[in-house]
């Protein structure tokens, strides 16, 4: 589906079709269960640990060079950042990641930077993985599709880093996530805290009186 | 109904608007409905009927998103249409309550 689309915004707009498609978490969900069992047997650390190559290049080809290349920086510091994570990582049930990719899509009260930075991480998915299936159907697939897909699996991670790199003890350098992109939780949970107040006020009045609420008609103090 | 289910409701001025499912309670919905009003100097999320997000709401034209134009509403008030709004839409809908920074990109535009 991805491998098909006609023009760089119609590719866009296809992974974001795919993120609400109930098979495809279905598909997420057990990636990141397959990378929590890869914790376990040390995957992690040969992941983090391996030089930075060409393994993008060599699945796409030449043409995605640049971008491949900053994508593999960002996967190698992911993956540094799940190996000091790993003792919380690996306890994530299969619950508790469906809950993830969708907790802050299902709650209306969570602050838009972590709606980015989710959504980043799942358009990352849906990017990594047709790049990863992308070989097998090479005849088809148009330079131009390589190169978008190689730039949204960048683009995704860049923005899901930023949450990483602001988690207590991800220990994500400098060159990859910047101080000032990193996200400032603790106001964010305030900010949380804020929305979530002025919801529940509302949807409480209207479940008593079957009336419209408006829990953002003046401006939050 | 999930988020990001389309409903329409009936808003002010007894107008029937198109509006995105952003929460659901028992008994309750949270939802964002669009206008026509361009209000430039008020935070808003501007939707081109031509991307994306415009065409799964099926626009004719471009339509607004306000913080005041969110409501809770009873489920009884609400009739299903088809499509969905994108987590994109989503998030920029969420952008307007809180500190985010503006957001522009291909599918719709947050201003402040």
């Known amino acids: ?221 | 109904m999930t988020p990001g289910s389309l409903v329409l409701v009936v808003a002010g001025g007894g107008k029937t608007r198109i509006a995105v499912v952003l929460e659901v309670h028992p008994s309750v919905a949270v939802v964002a409905w669009v206008t026509g009003t361009h209000r430039p100097s008020h935070p808003h999320v501007e939707v081109d009927q031509n991307s994306q997000a415009g065409k799964a709401l099926r626009l004719d034209k471009p339509r607004y998103f306000y913080p005041d134009h969110i409501e809770t509403r009873a489920l009884s008030d609400l009739q299903r249409r088809d499509g969905r709004a994108s987590p994109q839409l989503r998030m920029h809908i969420a952008g307007l309550i809180g500190s985010a920074p503006a957001t522009q990109c291909g599918t719709c535009r947050r201003s402040t």
């Open chain 1, 1 to 221: 589906m991805l491998l098909e689309a006609e023009t760089r915004e119609d590719l866009m707009d296809r992974i974001d079709l795919l993120l609400d498609d109930p098979g495809f978490r279905w598909f997420e969900i057990s990636l990141i269960s397959l990378a929590a069992r890869e914790l376990d047997d040390d995957g992690l650390d040969r992941m983090a640990d391996a030089p930075v190559g060409d393994v993008i290049v060599d699945l796409l080809g030449p043409g995605t060079g640049p971008a491949a290349c900053e994508t593999e920086r960002l996967i190698h510091a992911y993956a540094e950042a799940l190996r000091r994570l790993a003792p919380e990582f690996s306890r994530l049930t299969p619950q508790d990641m469906d809950l993830a990719l969708n907790a802050g899509f299902d709650d209306f009260a969570t602050p838009a930077p972590i709606l980015r930075a989710v959504l980043g991480g799942r358009r990352a998915n849906a990017s990594f993985i047709a790049v990863l299936s992308a070989p097998l159907m090479t005849s088809q697939v148009a330079p131009w599709v390589r190169l978008a897909l190689v730039e949204g699996l960048r683009d995704g991670l860049r923005d899901y880093m930023r949450l990483i790199a602001s988690t207590p003890g991800a220990g994500v350098p400098e060159d990859v996530v910047p101080l000032e992109e990193r996200l400032d939780l603790e106001a964010l949970e305030r900010e949380y805290q804020r929305n979530r107040a002025r919801l529940d006020a509302s949807i409480a009045e209207t479940a008593r009186t079957g009336l419209p609420s408006r829990p953002f008609d003046s401006p939050s103090t």
